[in-house]
């Protein structure tokens, strides 16, 4: 049956991606319809259709079942979308950085910058006049920049880079960020912004709101974009250096890309949703394994995965304990971590080979 599904994904990888699109659409709607507020389908999509077209009648509906559905699960929903495409996004980059499959934000030690970065201005209340949403998105990225820096500059020795030491050293640098992040909340003097913290920490997308929706799903477009285009670098970059740079590739210039992009694609994922792990780990091995290492076809099917996934997830954390909502990074931890152990056990963690 994999491979049927696996030839089925290399010999059409258009038809497929069509498919997961429309998948993913419903999914989006699946995620609008559902909800511990019980609204019927039916007054949802009015509610839905009227604000984007006109059309419906909204008389007889209350204001906070429409406040509901426009303006919490339609940009929850959304928000799940372009997190999970973000993340999916960077774990490719970082992969195809390293040339390691266990590579992603997670265990790079990205994901635990942009929380420090992130909780620091969330807790010291350095906020930008536009808002504090913004701010947390500054320090989001400030600290994943500098922890990837970090990591990078660590690992390397006499001028190269070896994988599994850079792994090593963004497990080592993951742990003393995630230690600077808990010593924050624990010192912390207000304990609002210690529960709002904790809660973020975990990851999740409850705090959903209309204004947080642009700006990751601008920098996920981007970069799928920029990913695409030096789809082809990449995949000569999987044979080694030596061979990408007899093909022309200036590898320098595509790791710089590498490491801007994935720490862009972190921090606002992180900004708006918490620490969501195992995302941008699982789904690029699941699409290598059945596809192979073409970049070309890692990375639609992957970004499609991605958003799922974590709207998938989303929807688990909402519907398990009702009316508790669960954090969705401990929905994608139990659903990652055994994933990822079966393909460790069925050999199916390379890329491709």
Known sequence: MLKKISRLL???????????????????????????????FGTVWKIVLHNLFGLFDLEG?????????WRIRVPRALLGLAVGASLTLSGISMQAFTKNPLAEPYVLGISSGASSGAVLAMLVGVYLPSGKMMSVALGAFLGSVVSIILVYALARTSGEIAPIRLVLVGVAVSAILRAFTNYLVYTAPAEAAVRQATFWMLGGLSGAEGKDVALPLIVMVISFVLLMIIAMPLNAMMMGDSSAVTLGVNVNLIRKILIFDSALLTSTAVAVSGCIGFVGLVVPHIVRSLVGSDHKKVIPLSLLGGSLLLIWADIAARMIMPPIELPVGIITALF????????IRARKYSFGE
């Open 336 to 343: 990652g971590g055994p994933v990822f152990l079966w393909m």
């Open 61 to 69: 509906i209350k204001e906070s079942t429409k406040s509901i559905v």
């Open 10 to 40: 290399r010999d059409h990888t258009l038809f497929c991606c069509i498919i997961l699109t429309v998948l993913l659409i419903l999914t989006v709607i699946t995620a609008i319809s559902l909800g511990t507020a019980k609204i019927s």
